[in-house]
């Protein structure tokens, strides 16, 4: 796949206003990413001051790549951000999750890229905005010890400013440019018959309920069905799909209870924010959950949350069942960690940057560092085994080095 470049002059100095630095919800995604990633808010602070400086040179984007010179001190300081393109196989489910709706492509064939598909790809597990655990910033400066430094944060900042005029270059960095997709789409053969438009709300509002099916023993899983209604006036294009998206798990939810003998507890406004920004990873930006909870509710549910969120103490009785399986399953060296001086549910391995928790329900939930200082992330859904949970690839490459020098003393 050939994609080109592109180049953006600089923005000069520009005046400070109050709110969110990115207008539209993936620039607040792109910056909550590149913020998740921070450990030192100072450098964030100071990025955002940088930013409307006019000391950031014109910036490049290609796959994978962010590329700019920034001016300070007198000194032209190099500083990129890199992130991962989409495979070749990644791009085909792209392209085939946009055919499936006439009106995504129509749009895209127009030039225009809608904050509904965008949702749409990442519930998909298909997301064009980076995690931040995908996001590698890099810089000439003496801060090269700060992740990122505050050039590298200014940078990211002035990217979100574009991607709120040009969406497309979200794409751009994963990997295909809006020439080589328009080219996709156009050759894709689509079936003539325009497709039946959905029931609008009033109308559906308006019908009769018939009678209700028989409850089946199982509740429906997989992928939700799509649902295609146009929003009523003055209210935005994603508001009915996520409504949708919403109704089809608390149904799925309530059918469980129904049909287990155990149902499964009331969930919790924090629990349901957690889930929301699982189906909706823009919402992190707006603080109704993490990275690392979302991580946790995807692959752990409500245990997995409670794992992610609390250390619990264990029994003498509870540590030496644990001590055994874990030198049962040969996994290494592991140092049992403490909660208020007690032994607690985490298993720290030597030398790996991995970790085991113990939920209370028995399971083992594995962990990786994603920065070799404590930043965990949840790896893999658990197992009653350790080493089944163990065995599982972590969910980012270990950083590679960065070029840094010593900051002076």
Not at 208 to 221: M, Q
Not at 287 to 312: C, D, I, N, Q
Request: aromatic content about 8%.
């Amino acid at each position: 796949m050939r994609t080109a470049a592109r180049g953006f002059p600089s923005f000069g100095r520009i005046p400070r206003k109050l709110g969110p630095i990115a207008a539209t919800s993936w620039g607040r995604a792109w910056n909550a990413a590149m913020e998740d990633v921070a450990v030192d808010e100072q450098p964030l602070k100071d990025g955002r001051k940088l930013a409307h400086t006019g000391v950031i040179g014109p910036i490049t984007l290609s796959p994978g790549l962010v590329r700019a010179e920034i001016g300070d001190g007198g000194e032209l300081l190099g500083t990129l951000i890199e992130l991962p393109t989409m495979t070749d196989r990644a791009w085909e489910l792209v392209l085939e999750q946009i055919s499936a709706r006439a009106g995504h492509v129509a749009a895209l064939l127009d030039g225009e890229l809608s904050g509904e598909l965008i949702t749409e790809l990442a519930e998909a597990g298909l997301p064009l905005v980076p995690l931040p655990s995908e996001l590698e910033p890099e810089c000439d400066c003496s801060m090269g010890y700060e992740i990122p430094c505050k050039h590298a944060a200014a940078l990211s900042y002035q990217v979100s400013w574009l991607l709120d005029a040009e969406p497309f270059l979200l794409m751009l960095l994963r990997g295909m440019d809006q020439q080589e997709l328009t080219r996709r789409l156009s050759s894709r053969k689509r079936p003539r018959a325009r497709p039946r438009r959905g029931t609008s709300i009033a109308a559906a509002y308006k019908r009769e309920p018939g009678p209700l099916p028989e409850i089946s023993a199982e509740p429906p899983t997989g992928p939700y069905p799509v649902v295609d209604i146009e929003p009523p006036p003055g209210l935005p294009d994603f508001l009915v799909p996520r409504m949708f998206a919403n109704a089809v798990w608390q149904a799925r939810d309530l059918l469980g209870d129904l049909v287990n003998a155990e149902p499964t507890p009331w969930i919790e406004m924090y629990q349901d924010n957690v889930r929301l920004s699982v189906l909706y990873p823009e919402l992190i930006a707006d603080h109704l959950g993490s990275h690392e909870t979302a991580a946790a509710w995807r692959l752990g549910g409500r245990a997995g949350l409670a794992v992610e969120k609390e250390k619990r103490k264990l029994t003498p009785t509870e540590l030496a069942k644990a001590r055994a399986a874990l030198e049962a399953a040969e996994l290494g060296e592991f140092e049992v960690g403490k909660e208020w001086g007690e032994p607690c549910n985490h298993f720290t391995f030597t030398g790996q940057r991995r970790q085991l928790r113990l939920g209370e329900d028995g399971l083992w939930y594995s962990y990786y560092d994603m920065k070799g200082w404590g930043q965990w992330l949840m790896a893999g859904p658990p197992d009653r085994d350790p080493a089944v949970a163990f065995d599982v690839p972590p969910p980012d490459k270990p950083k590679r080095a960065l070029r840094r020098r010593l900051p002076k003393c």
